[in-house]
C-alpha cells in the first residue's frame, strides 16, 4: 500500500498561482500512474493531471497551459504548479497512485480556494 500526503493548498486571489506537493511513503516501487484529482461542492471528482512512470503527461481540457504537473523520483513527490487560477479551480484536490496488482491509493486532499 502507498500512503499520500498533500500540501500546498490555500486561499489565493483570481490569476494567482500555488504548488501542490503530494509526499508518497510506502511500496513506491510498484507505482506506475499518478494524477491529481479535484472535487468542487456538488461535482464529482474529476482528472486534472496525471503523469505516467515513463513522463507520459496529460491535463483536463480545463486547466491545459496553466497546470504543471511533475515528479520527483527522488523525493518520492508529484507537484502540481497552477498558474493564471481561476474561482472555478476552487475545489479539494487530492493525490492519487495506481500500482501493478491493482491498487489504487488517495491522499486526504488539500483545500484550493481562488477569490475572484
Known amino acids: 500500500q502507498v500512503q499520500l500526503v498533500e500540501s500546498g493548498g490555500g486561499l489565493v486571489q483570481s490569476g494567482g498561482s500555488l504548488r501542490l506537493s503530494c509526499a508518497a511513503s510506502?511500496?513506491?516501487?510498484?507505482?506506475?500512474?499518478w494524477a491529481w484529482y479535484r472535487q468542487a461542492p456538488g461535482k464529482e471528482r474529476e482528472q486534472v493531471a496525471s503523469?505516467?512512470?515513463?513522463?507520459?503527461?496529460n491535463y483536463a481540457d480545463s486547466v491545459k497551459g496553466r497546470f504543471t504537473i511533475s515528479r520527483d523520483s527522488a523525493k518520492n513527490t508529484m507537484y502540481l504548479e497552477m498558474n493564471g487560477l481561476r474561482p472555478e479551480d476552487t475545489a479539494v484536490y487530492f493525490c492519487?497512485?495506481?500500482?501493478?496488482?491493482?491498487?489504487?491509493?488517495w491522499g486526504q486532499g488539500t483545500q484550493v480556494t481562488v477569490s475572484s
Open positions: 492519487n497512485t495506481v500500482s501493478f496488482g491493482g491498487n489504487d491509493d
Open positions: 510506502g511500496r513506491l516501487f510498484s507505482i506506475y500512474f
Open positions: 503523469i505516467r512512470i515513463e513522463g507520459t503527461t
